[in-house]
């Protein structure tokens, strides 16, 4: 079997055009299009259409690292502010001795909602690191 013939676009009349557009996550647009070749194969003008996609796909995702590090960060935050809630609450247990009834709840549920926190924080770290990989940013 023979390689198919290559023609260089060069020389072939177009005949139309594609363009694809993402809406990024920083409210940017980006987009990307071609042009399509008189007698060109469905299977070439796929292809292209196809890397453009992944090009639209690498941005998209690379354009949502921030989002994703700002998220995290302000997880981090909420997480310290609720160790310091529950510090406070604990010294006023030791020191008064007494926790009005809502400050008993709120210690009673500030464990679980540290370990669901420090979950999310943990998610969010392996999604930065994922992305960051996919669009080759180390």
């Given at each position: 079997?023979?390689?198919?013939?290559?023609?260089?676009?060069?020389?072939?009349?177009?005949?139309g055009n594609f363009s694809l557009q993402a809406q990024l996550p920083n409210g940017k647009t980006f987009s990307v299009s071609?042009?399509?070749?008189?007698?060109?194969s469905l299977?070439?003008?796929n292809q292209r259409v196809d890397l453009m996609h992944d090009v639209l796909d690498r941005q998209r995702l690379r354009a949502e690292i921030p989002?994703?590090?700002?998220?995290?960060?302000?997880?981090?935050k909420q997480l310290d502010q609720m160790r310091d809630h529950m510090a406070g609450l604990e010294?006023?247990?030791?020191?008064?001795?007494?926790?009005?009834?809502?400050?008993?709840?709120?210690l009673d549920n500030i464990g679980q909602s540290i370990s669901k926190v420090l979950e999310e924080i943990?998610?969010?770290?392996?999604?930065?690191?994922?992305?960051?990989?996919?669009v080759g940013i180390e």
């Open positions: 079997m023979s390689e198919p013939e290559v023609k260089n676009p060069a020389t072939m009349a177009v005949t071609g042009y399509l070749y008189d007698s060109e299977e070439s003008v989002e994703l590090e700002a998220k995290r960060d302000q997880m981090i010294r006023k247990k030791e020191t008064s001795g007494k926790l009005s009834s809502q400050e008993k709840l709120s943990e998610k969010g770290g392996k999604a930065i690191a994922d992305a960051k990989k996919k």
